[in-house]
T-cell receptor
Framework: NAGVTQTPKFRVLKTGQSMTLLCAQD?????MYWYRQDPGMGLRLIHY???????AKGEVPDGYNVSRLKKQNFLLGLESAAPSQTSVYFC???????????FGPGTRLTVL | GQQVMQIPQYQHVQEGEDFTTYCNSS?????IQWYKQRPGGHPVFLIQ?????EVKKQKRLTFQFGEAKKNSSLHITATQTTDVGTYFC??????????FGPGTSLSVIP
């Protein structure tokens, strides 16, 4: 039982490049989330999903897209990376909206 | 919109001293969760509070939910070096959104 896994762990991009972050969970959770964490800002919700095939915007969605084609996977895409997107990205999942969230180990992204 | 504040932002304590962090919301909450993030790690769930005035304990940690369900606190008795990390509250509103506070970073001096 791996819990929540994220790929890759580290990435360096140049401005304008694109990439996809992959999150996978093996707990059969309905809810999945993408957060970014910046110093002093806590965790800010980018997008979330309440089930397979659904996505919704969070607090800071601009510049990101997501897809949830399979229940166990939640993808976060950056179409044209900007230095402001340098951050640590965490994926999380939960059974329901009021349930505790399980976090992945994070992806450290640097955009030059 | 909904805001969740945490104070203090940083706290340095001598090992053995007590520590408290406070979480405040501008609106009434459905529930509140607390998470701990060790340096370099990911947030890990500690506890959830649902009822007005609820108090829960986990060994040296005491969690409290305010009577008005707008604030919460986490108190650690006799801190140890293993308590080092950032403590986040996560507030759930009636609109089904969970909002994380900015966190309190705890340092423990041996």
């Amino acid at each position: 039982n791996a819990g929540v896994t994220q790929t890759p762990k580290f990435r360096v991009l140049k401005t304008g490049q694109s990439m996809t972050l992959l999150c996978a969970q093996d707990m059969n959770h309905e809810y999945m989330y993408w957060y970014r964490q910046d110093p002093g800002m806590g965790l800010r919700l980018i997008h979330y999903s309440v089930g397979e095939g659904t996505t919704a915007k969070g607090e800071v969605p601009d510049g990101y897209n997501v897809s949830r084609l399979k229940k166990q996977n939640f993808l976060l895409g950056l179409e044209s990376a900007a230095p402001s997107q340098t951050s640590v990205y965490f994926c999380a999942s939960s059974y329901g909206s009021s349930s505790k969230q399980f976090f992945g180990p994070g992806t450290r992204l640097t955009v030059l | 919109g909904q805001q969740v504040m945490q104070i203090p932002q940083y706290q340095h304590v001598q090992e053995g001293e007590d520590f408290t962090t406070y979480c405040n919301s501008s609106t009434t909450l459905s529930n509140i969760q607390w998470y701990k993030q060790r340096p370099g790690g990911h947030p890990v769930f500690l506890i959830q509070l649902v009822k007005s005035g609820e108090v829960k304990k986990q060994k040296r940690l005491t969690f409290q939910f305010g009577e008005a369900k707008k604030n919460s606190s986490l108190h650690i008795t006799a801190t140890q070096t293993t308590d080092v990390g950032t403590y986040f509250c996560a507030a759930k509103t009636s609109y089904d959104k969970v909002i994380f506070g900015p966190g309190t970073s705890l340092s423990v001096i041996p």
